[in-house]
């Protein structure tokens, strides 16, 4: 008898490398996967030994293997399902006589039902070449047997339970807003001796990085301030086309500090309305600019930003102002001074 305890253990350690790899979720209480195993009245002790190998291998991986005493030699799917449900099992195995009435030496039929599927796994285990040797065969009966159960249980039972692998949230897309557009007005002014001029202006621009922007603004037809005169009223309306860089710094709260350049095109018409008996005309001025302007943007909402700044244009040409050929009125450009207020939204 102690040889064929010594081949029980020979085979079922021959299995331990496979049952100490895996591991088995616990169920939402907390506790283990039950495995039920239901012994027919007369077991014999080979199978018994073996099975008690193979409780203490699943305890130590997480399962509970519970052993309960079957009332009757005659096992079916319905009384399997009966039991399992009784006693909140995630598994039930039970042994019964094949078909056919084989000695109890020589072969039997373990069920597996696994109540998560619903699957039913049946093996007909037999002696095979040691069928005369009764020691033998209750021991190679007794090694298939837990082999199957452990195969049933760690392959199919653990590998389904197992938690899902953990994906995290994809990372939403944020959007890069590159388009911008914004309107507001500029007041310019200067040594010519007329009063400020006020006029509408209008940007399109395109982000270029997290801390630039190039655009183009256009401003016009605003106000026309003018300058009485003793032959008559002369009287301003400018006009400008640029292409401007702006970068801003870091943000403090909703605040950004901002510096803008810009080159382009201005014009100044002048017109002149005289008093009797003089003739009066028109004339547009103009020169290539550049301005430098610096100022901080609110930002109002995400997409929506005030951009307050000031600065200086310079006039490659000197717009002079003359009532006649010979009577200076003044100059525009050297320098003039600009400020500008807009509202932007970007998108």
Same mark, same amino acid.
């Given at each position: ?7 029980? $253990?020979? +085979? #079922? ?5 496979? *049952?100490?790899? !895996?591991?088995?979720?616990?169920? @939402?209480? =907390?506790? &283990? ?46 009384? $399997?399902? +009966? #039991? ?5 099992? *995630?598994?039930? !195995?039970?042994?019964?006589?094949? @078909?056919? =009435?084989? &000695? ?112 183009v603004t256009a401003s016009g037809f605003g106000t026309q301030p003018s300058n009485d005169g003793t032959r008559g009223r ?24 901002a510096l803008s350049t810009g080159v382009g095109q201005f014009w100044l018409r002048v017109r002149g309305d005289p008093s ?72």
């Amino acid at each position: 008898m102690i040889s064929a305890l010594a081949l029980v $253990l020979f +085979g #079922l350690l021959q299995a331990d490398g496979m *049952a100490n790899a !895996v591991s088995v979720d616990r169920g @939402e209480s =907390g506790s &283990p996967a039950l495995v039920v195993v239901a012994l027919p009245a007369n077991a014999n002790r080979a199978i018994v030994e073996a099975l008690n190998r193979l409780r203490g291998e699943a305890t130590s991986v997480g399962f509970e293997v519970r052993f309960v005493d079957a009332s009757t030699e005659s096992m079916n799917l319905a009384r $399997l399902d +009966g #039991l399992a449900r009784g006693l909140r099992s *995630a598994a039930v !195995v039970a042994f019964a006589d094949p @078909e056919g =009435g084989a &000695p109890k030496a020589q072969a039997f039929d373990v069920w597996f039902l696994d109540r998560a599927s619903g699957k039913t796994s049946v093996a007909h285990l037999t002696a095979g070449e040691v069928v005369d040797d009764s020691d033998r065969s209750e021991v190679v009966l007794a090694v298939r047997a837990v082999d199957f159960i452990r195969a049933r249980m760690f392959d199919t039972l653990a590998g389904r339970q197992a938690e899902p692998v953990f994906s995290p949230p994809r990372p939403e897309l944020v959007r890069v807003q590159r388009g911008y557009v914004a309107g507001g007005v500029v007041v310019l002014g200067g040594a010519s001796g007329f009063s400020p001029m006020v006029s509408p202006q209008v940007e399109v621009g395109y982000r270029l990085a997290e801390w630039s922007r190039l655009g183009v603004t256009a401003s016009g037809f605003g106000t026309q301030p003018s300058n009485d005169g003793t032959r008559g009223r002369v009287s301003l309306a400018p006009r400008s086309v640029s292409a401007n860089l702006m970068v801003w710094g870091r943000a403090w709260r909703r605040l950004q500090p901002a510096l803008s350049t810009g080159v382009g095109q201005f014009w100044l018409r002048v017109r002149g309305d005289p008093s009797p008996p003089n003739e009066g005309r028109t004339v547009v001025l103009s020169s290539l600019c550049a301005d430098l302007a610096a100022g901080i943007m609110v930002r109002v909402l995400p997409n929506l930003l005030v951009d307050l700044r000031g600065g200086s244009l310079w006039l490659r040409s000197e717009l002079k102002i003359n009532s006649t050929s010979d009577t200076y009125l003044g100059s525009v450009g050297r320098p003039a001074w600009f400020g500008v207020a807009r509202l932007g939204l970007s998108f």
